[in-house]
């Protein structure tokens, strides 16, 4: 029988699957990543065997569903039962299989309409409109009334509510993008989220949801940009019956107009469309609701296919006979996009996204393994699949974990640690909000690393990580990124406009493996601070986020 590739990769991964114990004996050591706080010293040489083979083109950019996928799952794994780990996902394994609905536009669909005057007239697709995919049918159309609902934000504790006045019942809601600028810009993030838009117009009665940029978005996000990937894979999790599970299921995402087919919709409207425009780019963006003139039919086809991908879950057990029932995550997503693109090198390996997160959960877990002294509560190891398709693969986790729901009592999440640069900073998004936060500047500063403030507060980094899910739940989270001192910055955005989601996130990049040594060893030291504090992490008293899940 010919040597196949199946059997050359079965040589690697094993090959490399015992190269970190070997680099943890190896002489050389590699030099401390910083001075010993807690008597563990991150490896270097592990950190980049472990993105060695987790960013390899031979597993094919890591798509979830994918065999590349399953290979890397299988790694990660290997590595949990190397460290001894308890296997924690089902019947004994360290898998816990995550059932998946794929979907995607199957066509460019239709949008036609019926104005004030009228007369009807017909969306161009790619100028006017791009259709939506529908993850629990595969036909779909809607003839319904529109109404304008501003940024379909309805904030109780600020007394807002964009549907102040309006009857959506069995209407077609148009929304604006995002949220209002004036927002802190985690509760922006929180409020942008078209699923918790979505959400609030089918609690309302509507039957779908347009969504039309504002000038400032339609700036940061051309609407032309996302022309030519309107037909990639989305993916949803299913429940047990086999049902995609879909936030606001009443009112489906239609369709995202254009500034261009806004106009036509608004036309003969109370207000203008330039009006409307101009308000909602005010830092309150109070924008006031009001019926369209127009009724709209809206067409869609989408191709949906029944998929299967998983979580690694370990459990290293906690020493305290009482608080071992409380368990610590340590999350980070093995998935990445896999292979697409329009240049001879198709295979986006995710090296910074996210090999070097999976490769910071390895190290942290071998710190926990190898201490002298036991955490108090226990360690979840969680590594997770689909965060590329929307926080799928935590969001399952969350809904469906694999230990005692309440016994989990924060999550730490590792997700695309910067290593191009000798980060001096860190921005610990989510750690003031509650008593997490007070350890992380502990942790910090024993390794040597400051505390700074979100330098990208539009980007709404805070709901876009696995941890967010956890946050839903109730869970005090926190998610560090490498900070933009000492040269960051520069570091940080050249990275997000040539490599980001691009085949060139590969090993071929400068990257600092020592800085990810570093980077393990302030996480090792956050999570070892909530293991064994006396108290439970909790929300800080009156804060949004804790007010709005934290009874869950």
Do not use: C
Not at 209 to 238: H, I
Not at 378 to 402: C, D, H, Q, R
């Amino acid at each position: 029988m010919p040597f196949s590739r199946r059997a050359a990769l079965a040589g690697v991964a094993l090959l490399l699957a015992v190269q970190p114990a070997f680099a943890a004996t190896a002489k050389p050591k590699p030099k401390p990543a910083a001075a010993k706080a807690a008597g563990f010293t991150p490896s270097a040489d592990a950190i980049k065997a472990h993105m060695g083979f987790l960013a390899d083109d031979l597993l094919e950019g890591r798509e979830a569903g994918t065999r590349g996928y399953d290979i890397a799952a299988n790694y990660v794994a290997s590595q949990y039962a190397l460290m001894h780990v308890k296997p924690a996902g089902d019947d004994g394994s360290y898998l816990q299989q995550v059932p998946l609905t794929a979907f995607r536009a199957a066509n460019e669909g239709g949008v036609s309409y019926t104005g004030a005057d009228g007369k009807s007239g017909v969306l161009v697709f790619g100028e006017d409109y791009l259709p939506s995919a529908q993850a629990r049918q595969a036909e779909t159309s809607v003839t319904a009334p529109l109404v304008f609902v501003g940024y379909g934000v309805v904030a109780p504790e600020r007394g807002r509510d964009d549907y102040a006045g309006l009857d959506v019942k069995g209407k077609i809601v148009v929304m604006l993008n995002g949220a209002p600028s004036g927002l802190q810009t985690e509760i922006r993030a929180h409020y942008s989220n078209t699923n918790v838009k979505r959400a609030e117009a089918a609690r309302r009665g509507a039957v779908g949801v347009l969504t039309l940029p504002t000038t400032s978005y339609e700036k940061r996000r051309p609407f032309a940009r996302g022309v030519g990937g309107y037909q990639e894979w989305r993916m949803t999790w299913n429940d047990a019956q086999g049902v995609a599970y879909v936030r606001g299921a009443e009112a489906p995402g239609l369709a995202s107009l254009s500034l261009k087919g806004g106009a036509k919709l608004f036309a003969g409207a109370p207000t203008s469309l330039d009006a409307v425009l101009a308000a909602a780019d005010t830092p309150e963006g109070l924008v006031k609701g009001f019926a369209l003139p127009a009724n709209v039919t809206v067409q869609l086809k989408t191709e949906i296919e029944k998929r299967r991908s998983s979580n690694v879950v370990g459990l290293i057990e906690g020493s305290d006979p009482t608080l071992k029932a409380q368990t610590i995550i340590l999350s980070a997503h093995l998935d990445h996009l896999g292979i697409h693109g329009k240049d001879a090198d198709k295979i986006n390996n995710g090296a910074l996204d996210n090999a070097s997160g999976v490769a910071t959960l390895l190290e942290v877990a071998r710190g926990f393994k190898e201490a002298r002294t036991k955490p108090r509560r226990s360690i979840v190891l969680l590594a997770v699949t689909a965060e590329e398709k929307g926080l799928i693969g935590s969001e399952y986790f969350a809904n469906n974990p694999t230990v005692p729901k309440a016994g989990i009592a924060a999550d730490v999440n590792l997700d695309m640690p910067i290593l191009l640069y000798d980060f001096q900073d860190v921005v610990a998004f989510g750690a003031d909000r509650s008593s997490i936060g007070p350890a992380v500047a502990r942790a910090a500063g024993r390794v040597g690393v400051a505390l700074s403030p979100d330098p990208l507060p539009d980007e709404g980094l805070f709901t876009r990580s696995d941890h967010y899910r956890f946050v839903e739940q109730g869970v005090p989270s926190v998610f560090l990124m490498t900070g933009f001192k000492n040269g960051g910055e520069k570091g940080f955005k050249d990275f997000l406009a040539t490599q980001y989601h691009k085949p060139n996130d590969d090993l071929n990049q400068p990257i600092n493996y020592q800085a990810g040594a570093r980077f393990a060893l302030v996480n090792y030291e956050i999570a070892r601070e909530l293991a064994d504090a006396p108290a439970r992490p909790s929300w800080n008293k009156g804060d949004f986020f804790g007010n709005l899940f934290g009874k869950k």
